[in-house]
């Protein structure tokens, strides 16, 4: 198997990373001697063929991408965790999907709608004590809408 190591200086929650990472000419080859989980795999290297500040990597074989934690080991070793990283593993599957968005978080413009954020409010602040059906009707009865906010202690 051969691995590309580098950095990630994107969060892990993006889909399209920005990293710098190593070319196919500089991938390092590990030989699996056991069986390898694909989605945690754990190698060792020599220490000339990782840094300890690489977060990130690419494996060919998987054709996946990685998050990995670099630890020294002795004899001249590192040890590497590899977590793979879905979002950038499968991008390309992920932009071909169409899809129905219900929430959107963003600070810029959008033409998504989303019917879960509060677009409008008023700064009139009305206190009732509901006693029974009667009252909450009477209330329903005044307003278009009636939102009810109840704090229990």
Same mark, same amino acid.
């Given at each position: 198997?051969?691995?590309?190591?580098?950095?990630?200086?994107?969060?892990?929650?993006?889909?399209?990373?920005?990293?710098?990472?190593?070319?196919?000419?500089?991938?390092?080859?590990? %030989?699996?001697?056991?069986?390898?989980?694909? #989605? /945690?795999?754990?190698?060792?290297?020599?220490?000339? =063929? &990782? +840094?300890?500040?690489?977060?990130?990597?690419?494996?060919?074989?998987?054709?996946?991408?990685?998050?990995?934690?670099?630890?020294?080991?002795?004899?001249?070793?590192?040890? %590497?965790?590899?977590?793979?990283?879905?979002? #950038? /593993?499968?991008?390309?599957?992920?932009?071909?999907? =169409? &899809? +129905?968005?219900?929430?959107?978080?963003?600070?810029?413009?959008?033409?998504?709608?989303?019917?879960?954020?509060?677009?409008?409010?008023?700064?009139?602040?009305?206190?009732?004590?509901?006693?029974?059906?009667?009252?909450?009707?009477?209330?329903?009865?005044?307003?278009?809408?009636?939102?009810?906010?109840?704090?229990?202690?």
């Amino acid at each position: 198997m051969t691995f590309q190591f580098g950095t990630n200086t994107s969060a892990n929650e993006c889909i399209h990373k920005t990293i710098d990472i190593a070319d196919e000419e500089n991938a390092v080859t590990v %030989i699996v001697k056991d069986a390898i989980d694909v #989605m /945690s795999p754990y190698i060792i290297v020599k220490n000339s =063929e &990782v +840094n300890l500040t690489d977060n990130y990597a690419y494996c060919a074989e998987t054709d996946r991408f990685y998050f990995i934690e670099v630890e020294d080991l002795p004899g001249g070793r590192r040890g %590497i965790q590899c977590t793979v990283d879905p979002l #950038m /593993s499968f991008a390309d599957d992920i932009d071909a999907r =169409e &899809v +129905n968005v219900e929430r959107y978080e963003g600070a810029e413009e959008s033409d998504i709608y989303d019917t879960g954020v509060c677009l409008t409010a008023r700064n009139e602040v009305v206190m009732l004590k509901f006693e029974g059906t009667n009252e909450f009707a009477k209330a329903a009865d005044n307003n278009a809408r009636t939102y009810i906010l109840t704090v229990a202690n």
